[in-house]
């Protein structure tokens, strides 16, 4: 069948078949050279804090926040492995008595928050131990852009096969999460990525960004407020700017992790200069 158009200029149905290009779910504008250079700058800002980022496994792909990349590991292997006090997200999702368990011979694949997510400090011990089992290791840098004296040097393991990063704690950006996953597994975003079906608007929010901000620029900031707050509540200051880490029970709420975040009083007290020193002892239960 032919059909005339703009003055009778005649065009043929089959011209206009669809067979590998977009069909009618993908109308709206799609700027894909916006979206590489976004995903070279965030792979630039990465390698770009002070602290060694060296050993990623692979080529980084875009995610919705390090939890979509989670997903995405879940349904890659069967059996998670991990340590006791990692993020709780874990035990929401995963069935512990046949997903999830801390028995990592038994894992098929383990997972490692760097830094880790019960205190805040470096899990490079746990990740040498990790790498002892010969299993697949996806490493959580959630922490990564608010944390200081820690270092990402995976290069002294063998069995890291995906690293993970995320834009929500630096930026607050949670609600519209964004992340690069580094892997050498076929994750489904690597196929994903290759369609052309990326998150797109999740990059949108964070475009022109990341040039205000460096992975060292939170840390640096807020330091001395952390120091200053863990002191007067008998907190010890974590690696992770946002935790004071306490030992007993005192504010646990019948939770085996022993961090306690001040990110409120870090942000109430940095609002003015005029509010500093000013707050009354903070409430941390």
């Known amino acids: 069948m032919t059909w005339f158009i703009a003055r009778k200029k005649k065009i043929d149905d089959k011209s206009l078949f669809i067979t590998k290009s977009r069909s009618t779910e993908f109308m709206l504008a799609y700027d894909n050279k916006s979206y590489n250079k976004f995903k070279q700058e965030f792979d630039t800002w990465i390698h770009s804090s002070s602290h060694p980022v060296r050993g990623l496994p692979g080529p980084g792909y ?25 993020y709780g997200y874990h035990d929401l999702i995963l069935d512990k008595t046949r997903r999830l368990t801390t028995s990592l011979r038994s894992a098929d694949c383990i997972i490692v928050s760097h830094p880790f997510a019960a205190d805040g400090m470096s899990a490079h011990e746990k990740l040498a131990y990790a790498d002892t089992f010969n299993k697949p290791i996806f490493v959580d840098c959630a922490f990564f852009g608010v944390c200081s004296n820690i270092d990402f040097d995976f290069t002294p393991y063998k069995n890291i096969h995906s690293v993970a990063f995320s834009l929500s704690k630096v930026l607050g950006t949670g609600w519209h999460r964004v992340g690069m996953l580094y892997t050498k597994d076929r994750y489904p975003v690597t196929i994903t990525d290759n369609w052309n079906y990326q998150v797109i608007s999740s990059v949108e929010n964070h475009v022109n960004v990341l040039s205000k901000i460096s992975p060292d620029d939170i840390p640096n900031y807020y330091k001395s407020s952390q120091l200053d707050i863990c002191k007067r509540n008998g907190l010890t200051p974590s690696d992770t700017v946002i935790f004071g880490l306490e030992p007993s029970n005192k504010y646990r709420n019948g939770t085996k992790i022993n961090r306690i975040c001040i990110s409120k009083i870090l942000e109430l007290e940095n609002k003015s200069l005029l509010l500093l020193k000013k707050l009354p002892k903070a409430r941390l239960a």
């Open 62 to 86: 875009i995610t919705n926040g390090i939890t979509e990349a989670l997903d995405q590991t879940y349904a890659l292997y069967r059996k998670i492995g991990i340590f006791k006090g990692e």
